[in-house]
């Protein structure tokens, strides 16, 4: 009798635990699509210019640097807004030159844990950029996902940002930036 009562409480036991992540993660994943879905809804219309495509010399040789694109053409835009907690959040779409200069394709979301700089319209934040990404050279176009760490300098509606893509010797070790203008 007591082995079948400890089978029952492990069993309850056990349907509580797992019933609680059940709405954890539901709880996570919605807040999430809400926090997406009032970017979209809400956030200001973003254009962004790449300017940046800077190959780390430790990584690359001199000779191999200089035939890569180094300052892409490219444009994009999206949506973006300050949360309650004065954290950027951005949706956006962007083509650009890779470093062989054939187009990128990238879809991604912004967010940005931002800091005011005393009362100015300076503000500074490091986050995080999620996104898919589509280029020539890996997998013929074949969208791939990614994460990276990203930088801000926000001055009222222009904003300096850079990514950077970790790498080995010879590939990625590469800070991505561009400038980003927010309409009103």
């Given amino acids: 009798m007591k082995a079948k009562f400890e089978r029952l409480l492990l069993i309850f036991g056990m349907s509580f635990f797992v019933s609680s992540l059940a709405h954890a993660q539901d709880a996570w994943y919605d807040q999430a699509m809400n926090s997406v879905s009032k970017t979209w809804r809400d956030g200001a219309v973003e ?16 000779e191999k640097r200089s035939q890569y694109t180094e300052n892409p053409l490219g444009f994009g835009l999206g949506k973006g807004r300050y949360n309650a907690s004065g954290n950027y959040e951005g949706i956006y779409g962007m083509v650009f030159q890779d470093s062989h200069g054939q187009p990128q394709y990238m879809l991604g979301y ?15 934040g490091v986050g995080v950029v999620g996104f898919l990404t589509a280029r020539a050279d890996i997998g013929h176009y074949t969208p791939f996902p990614g994460i990276l760490p990203v930088a801000s300098l926000t001055i009222s509606r222009f904003s300096l940002q850079a990514a950077y893509v970790p790498g080995g010797q010879g590939n990625g070790n590469v800070l991505f930036a561009w400038g980003k203008w927010t309409f009103d």
């Fill in 47 to 62: 254009a962004y210019v790449p300017f940046l495509s800077y190959h780390m010399p430790f990584a690359y040789s001199a």
């Fill in 110 to 124: 912004g967010w940005i844990p931002s800091w005011q700089i005393d009362n100015t319209d300076l503000k500074v």
